[in-house]
């Protein structure tokens, strides 16, 4: 227990999250001037700086998860702080992929939004709280909470690559058909593994609610929630499979998508 006191006021003298944020301000910073000059050079600057700042939100999500003796989501703020992470793990992966600055301008815009927003709602008391009886199980927090967290965390990625396609296309000249074409192919995978996930999130979901209430289904508003982002992300796959629209409409629909789980 003396461990677990000296880890929490270690954790809250360095606040690995709020320097997380900062410095996901810089990389975003060098991201967009990197666009302008410098791209090569201001480019890597940027994409090291980004997994400096992706490596103190792991630590900090690590410790949490050390502290409270918990996987890392368990309340409103952790999942804030998840969502991010695991939105910025998977544009870490997009920008090793395509090297053009896109995956590290959205890891940064949405680690600083997640976790300022995580920020916000660590004001109004403890984060760190106990568990209620009938959700006090660890399994179902490291499987269903985890993999339906994910799926989030890529769904608002995808809707924030649909606003850097919709805003470099709309304000500058810098959407060439090469550029339109990676963000596109970024979007359609990111969007087939949030459905993925957010799917396999919700089923697991009702097997939990399942054992603990005695009830697959009860259309309580966080069940109608997640069948709303899952019924968007198929969707939006459905369309692009109907070919009904092409890459201004897909980043139109992710951009909603946005809103459907932010809602």
Sequence with gaps: RW??????????????????????VLVFILVCISWLVWLDTLGRAAYWLLILAFSVHTLGLLARIFIQGRPPVTNLYSSAVFVGWGAVLFSVILERIYRNGIGSAV????????????????????????????????????THVVTVTLGYSATFLAGFLGLIYICRGLLTKSLDNSTALAIYRMVYGTVCFALLFSFVGTVLGGIWADQSWG????????????????????LVIHAIWGKMILQRGLMILVVIGNIITSW
């Design 107 to 142: 890891a940064a815009l949405l680690g600083f939004c997640t976790l300022l927003i995580a920020h916000h709602l660590g004001g109004s008391g403890d984060t760190l709280e106990m568990m209620q009886a009938v959700l006090d199980s660890n399994f179902w927090l490291a």
């Design 3 to 24: 461990n677990s006191i000296r880890s929490e006021y270690i954790f809250n003298y360095f606040s690995p999250f709020y320097l997380s944020l900062t410095i996901y």
């Design 215 to 234: 009830r697959f289904w009860g259309w309580d508003p966080k069940e109608n929630g997640a069948l709303l982002i899952v019924i968007w992300n198929a």
